[in-house]
T-cell receptor
Framework: EAGVAQSPRYKIIEKRQSVAFWCNPI?????LYWYQQILGQGPKLLIQ????????DSQLPKDRFSAERLKGVDSTLKIQPAKLEDSAVYLC??????????????FGQGTRLTVV | AQSVTQLGSHVSVSEGALVLLRCNYS??????LFWYVQYPNQGLQLLLK??????LVKGINGFEAEFKKSETSFHLTKPSAHMSDAAEYFC?????????FGAGTQVVVTP
């Protein structure tokens, strides 16, 4: 079974530029998560989808971050414009759960973003 | 409010010694609890989980954890550390369907 795929693995941009990350979850997984992991910290949930609907985006900085999940499968996370403090690893995860959260999340390898 | 607290951001253990990583959670309802491991430049991998049933949970690579409701804890242990256990470990809890992580504990194993 293929795992969660993310691209690109690494990205370096200048502040105020825009960037997009792509995630292909495990086939059939209804739940998709985007996390931001700043160096030395635990992953912080940015947005959670259940199929193609948003379950939670309370910690997503909506003035600069946006995310969508096309047809309940692939997802894209965008930052526009980027700030220095956005430098982090962006992790995508998926889960077969129905939304109760009792099943594990499977993680991709992440995209390391450096904003200079 | 902090949902998951991991005590100790860094732990150093000798090869062959006991590994003990502490995790406490705050929840008014029984949560689902997880431990994940992250190796350098990798995503997170599930070690073990507690959902219902037996409170002592066994995971991969010889790790186990015990859910103690009275102490709101889910500490991770391994009887004998191996060099390959050097990694960062995250405790996580699902509350209202949201998976939230602690700050992590970096484990260093010395020969």
């Amino acid at each position: 079974e293929a795992g969660v795929a993310q691209s690109p693995r690494y990205k370096i941009i200048e502040k105020r530029q825009s960037v997009a990350f792509w995630c292909n979850p495990i086939s059939g997984h209804a739940t998709l998560y985007w996390y931001q992991q700043i160096l030395g910290q635990g992953p912080k949930l940015l947005i959670q989808f259940q199929n193609n609907g948003v379950v939670d985006d309370s910690q997503l900085p909506k003035d600069r971050f946006s995310a969508e999940r096309l047809k309940g499968v692939d997802s894209t996370l965008k930052i526009q414009p980027a700030k220095l403090e956005d430098s982090a690893v962006y992790l995508c995860a998926s889960s077969p759960s129905s939304g109760r959260g009792n099943t594990e999340a499977f993680f991709g390898q992440g995209t390391r973003l450096t904003v200079v | 409010a902090q949902s998951v607290t991991q005590l100790g951001s860094h732990v150093s253990v000798s090869e062959g010694a006991l590994v003990l990583l502490r995790c406490n959670y705050s929840s008014s309802v029984p949560p689902y609890l997880f431990w994940y491991v992250q190796y350098p430049n990798q995503g997170l991998q599930l070690l073990l989980k507690y959902t219902t049933g037996a409170t002592l949970v066994k995971g991969i690579n010889g790790f186990e954890a015990e859910f103690k409701k009275s102490e709101t804890s889910f500490h991770l242990t391994k009887p004998s550390a191996h060099m390959s256990d050097a990694a960062e470990y995250f405790c996580a809890v699902t509350l209202l369907g949201k998976l939230q992580f602690g700050a992590g504990t970096q484990v260093v194993v010395t020969p």
